[in-house]
């Protein structure tokens, strides 16, 4: 009977001990789980915050698609893409709306709108191109626009292409189409090397309004467009002979700008210097 009773203790604590190791155990998984919970949902928080982050960035990184435009006839290359809220491409877009525009002054004709021309040239140019241009313009040169193109003639330019060589040096392709009544417009192609910068020297009001930012042209040169006269001389070779057109007819006497007796003195223009 004793052997029996003491059997029956270990058998008691054995149970005892036995649950005791089952429930641990159970514990133990239940805090392993509790601990995967809680590791995964930290990794799920991360995760989550990448993903909005990167959706914030996205408005960020945009792709600016540009257009390049080849003339077939000159071969000039012209970029056209948009404006962009940066002071350098504002830069560059204001240069290249002043010089665009002093070429069109300069090298443009009509009777009508030559004295206005006139003093957009020489409120743009510095004093050194002010004298250039006044001895090109003077009526009593017989190459001045005044006695080539007379009361009648026109002179448009259309602007192809405008590159800069450096930041204040710009090169402006253009064509010139100089029209004369009814006769076969005459089109050339020219090229302007433009060496410019700005400056803060007083003007007046009205001459602000044309240049409000103080450009200024130091030096101008305007050459043929060899390139493009090659190509087109060698295309008119291979057509026939073009028809000779009959001399211009004498042009009346020009009163754009009066000139005086004895030494000639420069139209007023602003000073720039």
Known sequence: M???NVEKKDFDNYLKEAKSWETDKVKELLRSRTVAWIVAGGFGLIAFSAVVALAGLTPLKSIDPFMVRVDNTTGAVD??????????????????YFVQWYVRYREGYSKELAQDYYSYVGILSSGVEQQKYFSAFNPKNPQSPLNIYGSYAKVKVDIQSTSFINSNVALVRYTRKVERGLDQPQISHWAATITFKYLGTPMKEKDRGINPLGFQVIEYRNDPDAAVNNINATNQDSQTSPQTLAPAAVVPSVSAFPTTTGATTAPVVPSVQ
Do not use: M, Q, S, W
């Not at 948009?82 to 830069?91: C, F, P, R, S, V």
């Open 2 to 4: 004793r052997n029996n």
């Open 79 to 96: 970029v056209i893409k948009a404006l962009k809220d940066g002071k350098t491409n504002y830069d560059e877009t204001i240069n290249k």
